[in-house]
């Protein structure tokens, strides 16, 4: 429970046990058995919900890696028509995006690829992943269990295929054409060798493993799907209050989704610094207000409460984690969820005013 905030936290509550009467005392045992239910009961994620009759495909998930790396090299061109066959537009837009800017019909394409799969680092960056990966039923299992989640609330939403890529250490996750590709050189655990030679910041590699990455998949989807229309300017606002509680409501969803992983895994962020979080709530809030950054549409200003990094440069650079102004995000839209029980998971993914949502929320974090 968040430090001095009274009934705050969603999913717990206090139980308060008042000084002990020896008048009319109710035997020890039934009081044993009736504080056992209450804390039982206080303790219920109302996300965590029965998805046991909710029928979804079991998820497997299709090795693009492999197909592209046991090609031969000699014959792309053949392979190719089966890729294209297999994965459709998305693997055109694969090569577009990481091997090939001229795309699949330019005469490049076949040199470049074939550099891709032969290069000596790329080789032994594939052998890595499947000795850390020749099994994937524990993605696909965490995997289903969020699409039954997701369908629960979703029910005529479609849910994405799911791929494994190598990306040549680019991106960690690409969703595009309805399908989910989740790079797996980009877990394979904080000491890679590759990821010193690349020279990935220590923030970032104690994350690559494999215990983010069904999280982090999940998380992505949600944040592409859910991505506000830039091209319509009612949509979205750029000021600092629009950005938090939009990325709230994503982090909400991946909590619907995902309702019994632990919330640092979901924040990516360690128990120490989600602790400093909460003893902190008050404090980070208030210099927001005295600062007046909530309205601020200045980068400068956004990126320093939003941006990936080793801390917030606003707070104490040697504790505090970075993207604080997205953990605060969160906490509004939970208070909001609470304190207005009848509004849904969809009907909060389609509020469009983040100031609507924090007047309604009545966030007000107490020291």
Known sequence: MNKGKKYRSYGTCKVAIGRRSYHNAVPTGLFLLCFLVLFASCHHNPLDIDVSKVNVPQVKVERMEQDMFTMPPDSVNQYTRKLLKKYGIFYANFVTGFINDAGIMDSSYSIALKHFITDRDMRNTYDSCEKAYPDLSFL??????????????????????????MSGYNYGLVYYDSTLAISLEMYLGAHNAYYGMLS??????MHMTKDYMVSDAVYGWLESIFKPNEDNPDSHSNDLLSQIVHEGKVMYALDAMLPNVNDTI?????????????????????????????????LS???????????????????????????????????????????????????KSADKILKESGYKPSK
Request: aromatic residues 18%; proline residues 6%; glycine residues 4%.
């Open 140 to 165: 696909e299992n965490g995997l289903t269990d969020a699409f039954k989640h997701f369908r629960y609330y979703f029910p005529n939403m479609y849910l994405p295929r799911v791929v494994t890529v």
């Open 200 to 205: 990935f910041p220590h923030f970032k590699t």
């Open 266 to 298: 979901k924040m990516r962020y360690t128990k120490k610094q989600w602790e400093w979080c909460k003893e902190n709530e008050f404090n980070m809030w208030a210099f927001i207000i005295r600062q007046k950054l909530l309205y601020s549409t200045d």
């Open 301 to 351: 200003d956004i990126s320093k409460l939003t941006d990936d990094g080793p801390f917030t440069s606003y707070f104490n650079h040697d504790i505090s984690p970075s993207r604080t102004g997205y953990w605060l995000g969160w906490e509004i839209v939970k208070t909001y969820m609470e304190n207005n029980p009848s509004v849904t998971l969809p009907q909060l993914m389609a509020e």
